[in-house]
Nanobody, 121 residues
Framework: QVQLVESGGGLVQAGGSLRLSCAAS????????MGWYRQAPGKQRELVAA???????NYADSVKGRFTISRDNAKNTVYLQMNGLKPEDTAVYYC???????????????WGQGTQVTVSS
């Protein structure tokens, strides 16, 4: 059993900051890529940022220069530092991890339950 638990969402004024965390736990042998997606009401889920095990990152154009993704491999945790938040950043944010469980042959994508981020104007 593997679980991804997010924390750090909330309500913030435009221009403010939030830091999301996502900790993976359970029978995990290895985690490769980790990332954050978001889904706003009436919109499709979109990739916000991703990070490889080695630390290479990529970002959606809409968040470049404002958001920073990082991870702590020893803690199986990924973070998303969000600065300069805008009302259009309002969404449910989900973390994702490509992981291999002990005893399994193949990696699979594990998703968190989501955390709400609301940015007021």
């Amino acid at each position: 059993q593997v679980q991804l638990v997010e924390s750090g969402g909330g309500l913030v004024q435009a221009g403010g900051s939030l830091r999301l965390s996502c900790a993976a736990s359970g029978s995990i042998r290895r985690i490769n890529n980790m990332g954050w997606y978001r889904q706003a009401p009436g919109k499709q889920r979109e990739l916000v940022a991703a990070i490889t095990k080695g630390g290479s990152t990529n970002y959606a154009d809409s968040v470049k220069g404002r958001f920073t993704i990082s991870r702590d491999n020893a803690k199986n945790t990924v973070y998303l530092q969000m600065n300069g938040l805008k009302p259009e950043d309002t969404a449910v944010y989900y973390c994702i991890a490509d992981l291999l469980r002990w005893g399994a042959m193949n990696e699979y994508e594990s998703w968190g339950q989501g955390t709400q981020v609301t940015v007021s104007s």
